[in-house]
Nanobody, 125 residues
């Protein structure tokens, strides 16, 4: 399985950014895709997840209302639309694929088996 992220960059506070994660090498029917982020010196934290088949979505409280996760089945690609970006959103954003149960979905060790290389998002004030 290969996950390739793209779309990161340097933006100003208040701007929007859309990250993409394209998966290859696996049928995604029984999987979920999520985004985690890791700021320098901090833990890798959950941002959002989507179950591939049903489209059910999950969000961290810290990003609810500003972030939308979606997927395009025809492209095997998941997206993370981030609006009203803040300097504290600065981090490396990682895409991950796995089969977590709902109660573990926000846990980076909760059934996420494959990780992308990450894409840097920097928000300047």
């Amino acid at each position: 399985v290969q996950l390739v992220e793209s779309g990161g960059g340097l933006v100003q506070a208040g701007d929007s950014l859309r990250l993409s994660c394209t998966a290859s090498g696996r049928t995604l029917t029984n999987y979920a895709i999520a985004w985690f982020r890791q700021a320098p010196g901090k833990e890798r934290d959950f941002v959002a997840a989507i179950r591939w088949s049903s489209g059910t979505t999950y969000y961290a409280d810290s990003v609810k209302g500003r972030v939308t996760i979606s997927r395009d089945k025809s492209k095997n690609t998941a997206y993370l639309q981030m609006n009203s970006l803040k300097p504290e959103d600065t981090a490396v954003y990682y895409c991950t694929l796995g089969t977590p149960i709902t109660s573990s979905i926000q846990n980076r060790n909760g059934g996420w088996h494959h990780w992308g290389q990450g894409t840097q998002v920097t928000v300047s004030s």
